[in-house]
């Protein structure tokens, strides 16, 4: 039987594909398990810089499984990553996420959890869980405001109503647009370009994008500097 997660070095860029074909890649426990095994070693590889996430079967993932959780109470989590196997803790490194079709509910904020974001034009995007007595648990009633304006993301948001990722391309959500069908070799091409750059600056950079959420304008600079001491020092010192 075929993995519903599969997953295959490029380089340095490791591709994770959602593959559940019949669900539209519904998300199981099991799959929020896989992705998270995958992203560990990710993090943990020193031949490995930059992953991409993506749907097959012509889909992106049409959320958590909802048949099972009306069966069972079965959420998709990782113990430790959380919802979809990055939501709660994403990994230290690069994440691109590869849409085509639809990518709705988890399966969206799976895409949010992502730090890059490539879609064919014609890719829906959405969080319908309003629409059926749920709430966008999984990070998109958070995240969402954070990376469009907060009008757009509440309509979103309380609204249910999908979204084209040519809109969200004006918006700023999506990074690069691609031709139908052709979203991953886009987003590989892309997670090769940040690939190729230093991969301590890279992770560090993406450390403080990341910290720096929650860090006032005032004491900002005064908690980046260890961190930038820190690194720099470290590249005195390999100089040296």
Known sequence: MTSPVVAEARG???????????????ITAGMAQAVARHLDGLDESPDLRVSVIHGRNGYF???????????????PLDPHRGSGGLAWV?????????????????????????????AASDAVLGLPEVTHGLVAGGGGAM??????????AMEILLTGRPCPATRLHELGLVNRLAAPGESLESAVALAEEVAAMDP??????????????????SEMFARQEPRLAAFLEDRRSAGS
Do not use: H
Not at 203 to 212: H, N, P, Y
């Open 143 to 152: 995240r969402l405001p954070s990376r469009l304006p907060r009008a757009a």
């Open 200 to 217: 301590a600056a890279v992770g560090l950079t993406k450390q403080i994008v990341v910290e720096s959420r929650d860090w006032s304008e």
């Open 90 to 118: 994403p990994p230290r490194k690069p994440v691109v996420a590869a849409v085509d079709g639809y990518a709705l509910g988890l399966g969206f904020e799976m895409v949010l959890a992502c730090d890059l974001v490539v």
């Open 61 to 75: 993932s049409s959320g958590m499984d909802l048949k099972q959780f009306a069966r069972t109470g079965e959420r």
């Open 12 to 26: 340095a860029v490791l591709v994770v594909s959602l593959d559940r074909p019949g669900t539209r890649n519904a």
